[in-house]
């Protein structure tokens, strides 16, 4: 698939898979014309990249990722497990947050609903 192919699967730019593939996150051949050539199994990689990067994890720096990403179970350095446990704890009190937000605010719509007395 070609980059603009991959672009469009992902909903990332051309720019960041060119970024992407020079830090070695991602991988292509050439085609006889020049054209980067992706693997099918790039869209994944693509959107497992951005999801990293969108919980949060942008303060992790490529060479702390690619290892993460990489490497077989056995051999990984804890550090990507380590972050998305930390990113599911932060949301669940996000979670938890706005729930108790949700139920505030039904209880004053209830409240506002409720014919006045007289």
């Known amino acids: 698939m070609l980059i603009g192919e991959l672009a469009d699967a992902t909903g990332v730019s051309a720019r960041s898979l060119r970024y992407y593939e020079e830090q070695g996150l991602i991988r292509s051949v050439r085609t006889a014309g020049g054209w980067r050539d992706f693997d099918a199994d790039t869209v994944e990689r693509v959107v497992l990249i951005q999801h990293l990067f969108a919980a949060g994890l942008c303060s992790v720096t490529i060479g702390e990722l690619l290892p993460c990403l990489e490497a077989p179970p056995e051999e990984r350095t804890g550090t990507l497990e380590v972050l998305l446990a930390e990113q599911v704890e932060r949301l669940e009190a996000k979670r938890r947050d706005i729930e108790r ?4 605010l039904q209880t004053l719509r209830r409240d506002v ?4 007395a007289r």
């Open 101 to 104: 937000e949700l139920d505030i």
């Open 113 to 116: 609903s409720l014919p006045a």
